[in-house]
């Protein structure tokens, strides 16, 4: 391995293309740090003591930022309103046919859905940060309140419409920053841009999370977390690696004196065919409600308690607390039904039945047209099924073990670990494949064997 590493930056233009991409990434990590204009310092540290100890979709938010929600950081959005456009683009391409023409077109049809989820991101991001400066300016319906006398903290003392406004604006500039820099790095540097700042993300939580568990658990609650989490770690990669490959045979064809045809293939179906996009979903549909009651009038007398903190007190004892039954019931069903709809987006066993024939192949003992079909859909149907309950299974197993094994009920700081493994080991796989690739053109020995 450390023989690779060397070889890897000998080669003159790939090191330039792995410091590029290191430096891209510091960057961003300085913009998680800078606070947006007109915030209160004083006030974003009290509400890190209580957003620290909060789970749910919030720290699925936190995760996604790489802690710069938390600090009201100019890239406080992270990159999630771009995530969110591609997949909006993604599923539009069912349902609009120009869109789905476009996806079709090659080169020319990628550039314009780029620049369409380029408009959406900036569209999302003005909704996202005008949201975020409301929900900030009066505490988030107790999101931000203070951990010792139960106040409301206001990061934006003046909550006027130009300090808003320049919030707003600063916060849907940083989000663009970034998507400009996830696009320099896929184009100048190594790996996909974007999975790389998610990636740099999840990976600064980690040691933020072990030395909260080691505070609430000791050192032997951190080693069973880092067994834990060792173990999770070989299941993801076997799994992540894991594929069903259906054979695929071409009939011969003679044309003149020559032959074509005969070969054999095969198509690859992964068994976690969505990734983590059943995770974003999910967790956005939980965010939802708690950014909606967020801006709900509240008073604090419990005498005068109104039907919006008689909703928002339920929220916060099924939606937030990451460890509560209905929150584990329900982020896990909608887990495994977003895998399936994800991957009904994907991968169209009609149009891949069709695009089989129209090559003069089909599938050994298996004949073309509505049986191909319907074979392809039972396939994907069953390693979609296994797919989707090991991703809800990763989401869900540290909160559960953790509340349970360990008996911590102060579990919200690590109840995302598992996805942050997940997301950084697809990640890691994905740039060392692409690393080796390139090393392998300059006859190099790669890093994977």
Known sequence: ????????????????????????????????????????????????????????????????????????????????????????????????????????????????????????????????????????????????????????????????APRVALVVLTLTAGTALLMWMGELISQKGIGNGMSLIIFASVVSALPNQGAL??????????????????????????????????????????????????????????VNQSGVIPIIFASSVLYLPQLLVSVLPSDNDPANKTWGESIQSWIDSNLVVSDSPFYLLFFGLLIVGFSYFYTAITFDPVKQADNIRKQGGFIPGIRPGPQTERYLGKILNRITLAGAIFIALVALAPTFILAKVLDQGNVGQVSFGGISILIAVGVALETMKQIDSQLMMRNYEGFLK
């Open 1 to 160: 391995m450390a023989a690779s590493i060397l070889n890897m930056f000998r080669v003159e233009d790939l090191r330039n293309k792995v410091l590029f991409t290191l430096g891209m990434l510091a960057l961003y990590r300085v913009g998680c740090f800078v606070p947006a204009p007109g915030i209160d310092i004083d006030a974003i540290q009290l509400l890190k003591e209580t957003t620290d100890e909060n789970g749910g979709a919030l720290a699925f938010l936190r995760l996604f930022s790489g802690g710069a929600l938390t600090q009201f950081a100019i890239f406080a959005l992270g990159i999630m309103p771009y995530i969110t456009a591609s997949i909006i683009m993604q599923i539009l391409g069912v349902v609009i046919p120009r869109v789905e023409q476009w996806q079709q077109m090659g080169a020319v049809g990628q550039r314009k859905i780029t620049q369409a989820t380029r408009y959406l991101t900036i569209g999302i991001a003005l909704i996202q940060s005008t949201a975020f400066a409301f929900l900030f300016h009066n505490g988030g319906g107790g999101f931000g309140s203070a951990p010792s006398s139960g106040t409301q903290l206001d990061l934006l003392p003046k909550f006027t």
């Open 213 to 270: 568990v080691r505070t609430d658990a000791g050192m032997g609650g951190l080693i069973g977390v880092i067994i834990l989490f060792g173990a999770m770690l070989v299941a993801i990669v076997f799994v992540e690696q894991g594929q069903r490959r259906i054979p695929v045979q071409f009939a011969k064809r003679v044309v003149g004196r020559k032959q074509y045809g005969g070969q054999s293939t095969y198509i690859p179906l992964k």
